[in-house]
């Protein structure tokens, strides 16, 4: 017998999975590499133009040369432009069918150090760590307005060591290299990390929340107020709990200075009952992919309305009838 005859264009079911016509635009290396990991193993993906779905990303205006069903990706705080997409992967809350929940520490997916298999022994990582508390900051300007603040505020009660290219009171820089072993090797002596992101955003929470619970130093967090439904609230430090920045650094002082209350952070598990929680859950990114390739669907690209006398159309690449 012959293949089944189950299509929708050029989807179709072959052994057991679905055979998708796919191609990337506007996206780099890295997030072209994590969805073909992400999707090989469930799917039987085709490499070739005209495509029945683009995955693409902010850096570009390629995607808009296709006519197939375009899925929107990104790490920033870029809002989908749903003139321009019909679906979109963010690492931000929307309230939309169409968006999925990816946040960045989800992204790189590092979640053996946050599970907590062993007792946590508080006096030996203290012994561990001797110094008080660590920064690392790219750059200061309005958007981290609140994290110079609190450096400032905190660095006056007890030293804070800063290494990043802003802020730097060290006169060490952590290198590009190895960026991530580079930084959780240098945390990992502090008891304390300054984690706040650069936006007060739902559902942005990015790798300065998990990072230091990796290593067992304690986040101090300002970002997204409800992290806490995603990791144990016990296990770092909610700026959002405090009337003030002042009466939050005051609290890290007593944390610091209390040997009950610093325990009492580090044995708690960053997961709630240390069960890995739902966005680190890629096989419900699969099933939203699922989804798109089995649901029949007229692109936002193949709607009149979209299509202004532009250059865009000019050299649209693949063209529909009468354009």
Known sequence: MGRPNLRFSDVEIVKEKLCVKITFSDMAAGGRAFFIRLLEPHFQLIWDEPADFILYSHIGHGHRLHNGIKIYWTQELYGPDWKECDYAILPKLVSDPRAFYLPIYAFDQITHPLFRKEPVDPLAIRAAKPYF?????????????????????????????????ALNNTGFRIPKQRRYQTKVDWIRNYRFNIAFENRLCPGWTTEKLVDPLHVFTIPIHWGDPEAFRHFNPRSFISAHNFPSLESLADYVIRVDDSPELYAQYVQATPFHENHLNEPFQLERLVDFFRKIFQTPIKPVTQKRWFFPFTKWRLVKRHKLPGQ
């Open 133 to 165: 508390c660590s920064l690392l900051c790219a750059y200061a300007d309005r958007s981290t307005r609140e994290r110079q603040r609190f450096f400032e505020i905190l660095n006056r009660r007890r030293k804070v060591d800063s290494a990043g290219a």
